[in-house]
């Protein structure tokens, strides 16, 4: 079996509740939003409005159990489709994990 990906990470489905807030132009606004994937560069989030790309953010996404740590992580917007009227899929670079 070839693997066809190019990514460097391997992706892993996740669909877990997630927190924005915005650090740029309209800094400490927050969004609420489902992290649909996540991989070690990188993960996407649906949203009910666009971001702009380079847009810089951070990321809380809690864990489902005690087991596994909460992920809070700084990420710059470098895509934003909309997959329905109001729905919006961005694509997340992760440039630090905290």
């Avoid at 939003?33 to 990321?59: F, H, N, Q, W, Y």
């Avoid at 596994?68 to 009227?85: F, I, N, Q, T």
Wanted: charge should be negative; hydrophobic fraction near 40%.
């Amino acid at each position: 079996m070839l693997y066809e990906d190019k990514r460097n990470f391997f992706r892993m489905l996740v669909n877990a509740e997630a927190q924005l807030v915005i650090l740029d132009s309209e800094a400490g606004r927050k969004i609420d939003g489902v992290c649909r994937d996540l991989s070690a560069s990188g993960m996407s989030i649906e949203i009910d409005e666009p971001l702009e790309v380079t847009t810089e953010v951070k990321v809380r996404i809690d864990a489902s159990n005690n087991s596994v740590p909460s992920l809070d992580a700084l990420a710059r917007v470098v895509r934003c489709s909309e997959v329905e009227e109001k729905e919006y899929l961005l694509g997340l670079e992760v440039l630090e994990i905290n």
